[in-house]
């Protein structure tokens, strides 16, 4: 455990997510001005930029890093670009922080924002047989819901999960988001309601599963002894997770039209989308039982249960009895997406790992009006990411 | 005029009327296998250094591993077969020979009702799609009357 030499939160800003159909530059600038601000840091004072990259908005997008620095306004700052898909921000935040930990800066900010289209996330155009994520929609139909679908279908008829555990996740989210300014949906909606809307793909309805939304967000970091002269409140960045899979990944996983074989080596003992928290909890020396909350990626509501048992809140099987007791709810023993999480914020890809990181930021300050986990003091933050991408932030104060 | 049927990815299935299978890899040295067959040769087994993968047929058979449908119509490159998007259900398949779980869609006829996680399956090779002069064809599984897995 690093301790005192963590890389430390200096400031979190985001721009509200919803679908304005701006320029993304637009939005990453105003997130960094606001993280900025919040660590009452000039651009100036900016020694790295870590972009984390949008797939949809052309060459800007591709080198995230610099398009914001241009538009902040170029002061020679050395930059980095990282795509992992929706674990895009994590990559840059630990882009950020290895530098930070190396010792060739003090300050770097990161950023990442998305303009996104309307309905189902499609892959860019054009004839490409040679790409998974283009074959899959052209030979199977298989869109991102197909996938969410198959786990939920699973925790069905594995564990007896039902279409109202399902709709329940979505009301409680619905709730926690409800006085969040970032978020995109703020509206109660009852289970009855969830039930009564449209089935996409068998069991998920069309409000269980996350729309696609524009948004920017930005965190800055800082070096501990920085820290220690601008900043009474610092919130330690205690561990960051990047993991890959550990062959043979025996899970289907989105976009692959198979898993790995397991004929001549067994599968690892934890799944894939298990050990990524478990890596932020190896390096921190902080296990789930110190969690105050956590933020993960709940593209489905029935997903959101697959990810108390891989972050550890329970065991498998357990999940949907943890929500029923009102475990994961604001004011539960350890509330999950207390944002509201992209139930209610939809998914802005680059910028969703860095939002986690604003919102579990703002809870360890005592700062998330509306929506405060009282006394929280360790939170957590999970996604995952195409292509095998893990990703997760334990923070600390 | 009678269409050409042309599979809709080279290399991927054989379309044996009788007998249609997928074709993967199998590595010749330790024996893991690869599906969707790669134009590379080596093994992705980390614990084996094997170069050499050999096409092999998997087996036709296998168990549900998860199924769900797409009730609407899925975006480009999808190509929707006939004049409008019906409801198709899609399964991910176990082979327990191969130790993969495979994707596909599943026949036109049948619905996520008539599915369930365990039952047992088979591969067919049917229309995805068709143009002005071809048929386009993909593997797809179809449940197994009474039958047992594998
Ligand atoms: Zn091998």
């Known amino acids: ?92 935040m630990e882009v ?68 109202a555990d399902f709709a329940r996740v ?16 703020r509206k109660e909606v009852t289970e009855s309601e969830v039930l009564a809307s449209p089935m996409v793909a068998d069991p998920l309805r069309l409000l269980e599963i996350c729309a696609t939304s524009d948004g920017g967000a930005a965190v800055v970091l800082a070096s501990a ?42 599968p690892p003992e934890r799944p894939f989308k ?3 928290a478990a890596a932020a909890y190896d390096e921190a020396g902080i296990g789930p039982e110190d969690l105050s909350l956590a933020e993960v990626y709940d593209l489905s509501a029935a997903l959101e249960l697959d990810w108390y048992e891989d972050i550890g809140l329970c065991k498998p099987g357990e999940a949907e ?17 207390p944002s509201g999480g992209l139930s209610c914020f939809g998914e802005a890809v680059p910028a969703q790992a860095i939002a986690q990181v604003c919102e579990v930021t703002w809870q360890l300050r005592g700062r998330a009006t509306g929506r405060q986990v009282e006394g929280a003091r360790v939170g957590i933050t999970a996604n995952q990411g195409l292509f095998g991408h893990g990703s997760s932030v334990l923070l600390a104060r | 005029m009678t269409k050409t049927r042309v599979p809709a990815v080279e290399g991927w299935f054989t379309s044996d009327p009788d007998r249609p299978a997928l074709l993967g890899q199998r590595c010749a040295a330790c024996g893991t296998y690869v599906f969707p067959p790669r134009d590379r040769s080596w093994c992705p087994n980390p614990g084996c250094a094997g170069r050499q993968l050999d096409e092999v047929e998997l087996s036709r058979r296998g168990t549900v591993w998860s199924y769900t449908d797409a009730r609407y119509q899925p975006p480009l490159p999808y190509v929707v077969p006939g004049a409008e998007h019906r409801p198709f259900a899609l399964a991910a398949v176990e082979l327990a020979a191969e130790g993969l779980v495979v994707m596909g869609q599943v026949v036109p006829g049948v619905s ?39």
């Open chain 1, 274 to 276: 298990a050990s990524i």
């Open chain 2, 112 to 150: 996520v009702d008539d599915l369930a996680v365990g039952a047992p399956v088979e591969l067919v090779v049917d229309t995805l799609y068709e143009d002005d002069e071809h048929t386009y064809l993909v593997w797809k599984w179809a449940p197994v009357a009474g039958g047992g897995g594998a």
């Open chain 1, 321 to 337: 009895r943890l929500l029923n007791d009102g475990d994961t709810t604001i004011g539960g023993r350890v509330p999950v997406n």
């Open chain 1, 225 to 266: 002894a920085f820290a220690r002269r601008h900043t009474t409140e610092p919130v330690r960045v205690a561990a960051i997770s990047t993991a890959t899979p550990t062959y043979p990944n025996a899970v289907i996983e989105m976009p692959n039209f198979a898993t790995d074989s397991w004929a001549a080596a067994a």
């Open chain 1, 96 to 163: 950020a922080r290895t530098r930070i930990l190396a010792g060739l800066c003090d300050v770097a900010l990161v950023v990442g924002a998305d303009t996104t289209p309307k309905g189902f996330l499609a892959p860019t155009s054009g004839e490409r047989p040679d790409d998974p994520d283009w074959l899959r929609f052209r030979l199977l139909g298989a869109t991102n819901p197909t996938y969410f679908a198959l786990y939920a279908r699973r925790r069905m008829d594995l564990y007896g999960a039902t279409d």
């Open chain 1, 170 to 185: 979505k009301v409680k989210n619905a709730r926690h988001g409800l006085n969040n300014a970032n978020a995109r949906y």
């Open chain 1, 1 to 92: 455990m690093r301790g005192r030499d963590d890389v430390v939160v200096l400031g979190v800003g985001m721009h509200p997510w919803g679908k304005w159909g701006r320029n993304f530059v637009e939005y990453g600038v105003a997130a960094a001005t606001d993280a900025l601000g919040d660590a009452g840091l000039d651009w100036g004072d900016v020694q790295f930029v870590s972009g984390a990259d949008t797939m949809r908005n052309g060459y800007p997008g591709y080198v995230a890093g610099a398009t914001f620095a241009q538009a902040l306004g170029w002061t020679g700052v050395p930059v980095a670009s990282s795509y992992a898909a929706c674990a895009s921000g994590a990559t840059a």
